[in-house]
């Protein structure tokens, strides 16, 4: 069917607007990569765009020199590989069973859950009962509050309902499986999709926490990576409000400038990496819930 000039004029407009958009995300990251390769007083006086000019390494080496940093990493990964695992454990408890049609009360406790998405006990309640729980200052403070997100446990539970066939589940009870044997050896094979946009939701989240660590962390050796790059700018911004008059306090101003753009890369790298793996996947698991036809 051949396309009249007016919608190849709008398909033309469509993707001048994508193209535009895609620029306006793209670019940011692109700025912060040349940006830590380039040579800090370049970047400071603003003659870094679209090149990296007078290649320098000096924000990577200050950042994997700093033990700090590194132990702040590993703490980080540590945090979103542990996390993320009890989140699925947890989420997968909680959706399957409000997922069955056979299970008495479930939309009171459905009720009770989301209940929770409008009303919480609130920062110091919160505090106070994690204090109390002896949680302060713990590996565990930074992955048991989190647990669990209820507009997860909602999403799981939809795709449960509309993509596992109920006939299925009947077949596999008729030929002896018990209900730990069903969710393993055939709902969780056929969730794929759902628990791929799971790890990437809940991983996020862990690796982007920084409030968690702030409130509930004292000793440094604990700190996530988030801790520290929020010192390094808090410490950049009261620099650059003091008058530079000294060739060491403009020397260290530089190098922080160039250790922030190094640690904004290495912070987001394994994300980015992360997301090609999921992408098929991610793709189908948004689509829980739309109208099918």
Known sequence: MAESRGDR??????????????????????????????SPEMVMRGEVWLWPKELSFVGYERLFANSE??????????????????????????????????????????????????FSGGMIPTYLLIRDLGMLNTFWVMVIPSALSVWNILIMRTFFQNSIPKEVQEAAFIDGASNTKLILR???????????????????????????????????????LQLFMREILIQGQMQEMVEISDDSLARSLMDAEAIKYAAVIVTNLP???????????????????????
């Open 69 to 118: 940093l590194m132990r702040g990493y590993l703490n980080t990964l540590l945090y979103t590989v542990v996390g993320t695992a009890i989140n699925l454990v947890m989420t997968i408890a909680a959706a399957y069973p409000l997922s069955r049609q056979d299970f008495r009360g479930r939309n009171f406790f459905t009720f009770m859950i989301v209940f929770t998405m409008f």
């Open 9 to 38: 004029m709008v398909a033309v407009t469509i993707y001048v607007l994508l193209s535009f958009i895609a620029l306006l995300v793209i670019y940011p990251l692109f700025f912060v990569m040349i940006a830590s390769i380039s």
């Open 186 to 224: 055939i709902v969780l094979p056929l969730s794929i999709p759902v628990l791929a946009v799971m790890v990437l939701f809940y991983a996020v989240g862990h690796w982007n926490s920084y409030f968690s660590a702030l409130l509930y962390l004292s000793d440094r050796d604990r700190y996530p």
């Open 271 to 293: 994300m980015l990496l992360l997301y090609p793996f999921l992408q098929k996947y991610f793709i189908k698991g948004v689509m829980v819930g739309a109208v099918k036809g």
